[in-house]
Structure formats: structure tokens, C-alpha cells
């Protein structure tokens, strides 16, 4: 069963603006990790929070995780055109449930000069 | 340097073929991976090696099989290749300090 669900599907700003992105996940978790996807790339990986974190920093991304809501948020500030991707969360799993990595379907973003 | 590799970039084969996707992967990760991503963009994991031993086997056909010759490698053969595997195949590896590197994918169609 899908463990990750993204919201929104598909978010379209322009240049400058922020953009914010959810996740919400149903078991509890080790870590949670976003990636990003260029079309027609791989997946890459931008940022881990461990589920004793609340928030996270790396450049112009800020992750927060609440694991009482089972949820957690993706912030690019100052958006760039070059930030037009897919974006994933995955949650790791407990040890008890395998350790293995589970993906959200994702947001599509697109950032318009 | 494409520290995760697999080719081809893109299957376009016939129903009832078999196929082969190769893996190779240069960072010293002892942990590789097959994910398969569907038209919805839908990444869910397929298989999982560690070291050359399989330790996650998702409900999978038993028309895919993979293969490790060895940790930096992971292959995966598809037999009677059916419409609904058509789908973009991810290669990926990982170790326990380091997230997961993803390969370019490989584009399967299937007519």
C-alpha cells in the first residue's frame, strides 16, 4: 500500500515566490527524505530529517517533519526556473517494517520567469 | 563520472519478448536497487540487494528476475514481456551512510 501521499499534485508560481509542499505518511518512520526529479532524470536526493528532528535548513530548503501528524513540509525559498522538477518524499521505514523506502506519488512544480 | 548507470536508455520491444536491463554503479554502495516508475510518476520498489544477497522482494512477477554477479552490479530480465510493464525502470543504490543514487532510468514500451 502507498505510504506517502504529496500535496498539492501540481503547483505553478513564478520566479521569486516560495513554494511549499506536503507530505503526509501512515506508520511511523526512521527518516523522512524529499528528492527531486528532472524530466526525464532520476531522482535526487536533497534532504533527510530523522524522525527525532523538527526542522531542517540546506540552502534554500527547509524541511519540518511532525511525526504526532504523521506529516511533514518541503519550502524552497526564492524560487528559480531551474527549480522546475518533481518533487518526492520517502519515508524509511521502523526496522520492524523491513527498513525499505517508500515513495509519494509527488508535486509537480513549475517555476515560470 | 555517472556514478549510477544502466542501460538502455530506452526498450521499445514486442509482447511476449524477453528482456534485460544492466546496473552498474561506482560509488562503493553495498545496497542496489530496482524501482519501477509508472505514467503516474508512481515509484514503487521491486527488488533489493545487498552485497549480492536479496533482501526485498515486493510482489513482483516471477517474470522478473534479478541478477547480481557482483555488489557493484544489478541486473534485471524480464520474460514475456507483457503491455502493462511498460514503465520507466529505475536503477538505484545506497550504502548505510549515504541516501539512495538513482540512475537515469530506462524507458520500456511495450507494443
Known amino acids: 500500500s502507498q505510504q506517502g501521499e504529496e500535496d498539492p499534485q501540481a503547483l505553478s508560481i513564478q520566479e521569486g515566490e516560495n513554494a511549499t509542499m506536503n507530505c503526509s505518511y501512515k506508520t511511523s518512520i526512521n527518516n523522512l527524505q524529499w528528492y527531486r526529479q528532472n524530466s526525464g532524470r532520476g531522482l535526487v536526493h536533497l534532504i533527510l530529517?530523522?524522525?527525532?528532528?523538527r526542522e531542517k535548513h540546506s540552502g534554500r530548503l527547509r524541511v519540518t517533519l511532525d511525526t504526532s501528524k504523521k506529516s511533514s513540509s518541503l519550502l524552497i525559498t526564492a524560487s528559480r526556473a531551474a527549480d522546475t522538477a518533481s518533487y518526492f518524499c520517502a519515508t524509511d521505514l521502523d526496522y520492524n517494517q523491513g527498513g525499505k523506502l517508500i515513495f509519494g506519488q509527488g508535486t509537480e512544480l513549475s517555476v515560470k520567469p | 563520472d555517472t556514478a549510477v548507470s544502466q542501460t538502455p536508455k530506452y526498450l521499445v520491444t514486442q509482447m511476449g519478448n524477453d528482456k534485460s536491463i544492466k546496473c552498474e554503479q561506482n560509488?562503493?554502495?553495498?545496497?542496489m536497487y530496482w524501482y519501477k516508475q509508472d505514467s503516474k510518476k508512481f515509484l514503487k520498489i521491486m527488488f533489493s540487494y545487498n552485497n549480492k544477497e536479496l533482501i526485498i522482494n515486493e510482489t513482483v512477477p516471477n517474470r522478473f528476475s534479478p541478477k547480481s554477479p557482483d555488489k557493484a552490479h544489478l541486473n534485471l530480465h524480464i520474460n514475456s514481456l507483457e503491455l502493462g510493464d511498460s514503465a520507466v525502470y529505475f536503477c538505484?543504490?545506497?550504502?548505510?551512510?549515504?541516501?539512495?543514487?538513482f540512475g537515469n532510468g530506462t524507458r520500456l514500451t511495450v507494443t
Open positions: 560509488l562503493g554502495h553495498d545496497t
Open positions: 538505484a543504490s545506497s550504502s548505510r551512510v549515504s541516501p539512495l543514487h
Open positions: 530529517i530523522r524522525s527525532n528532528e
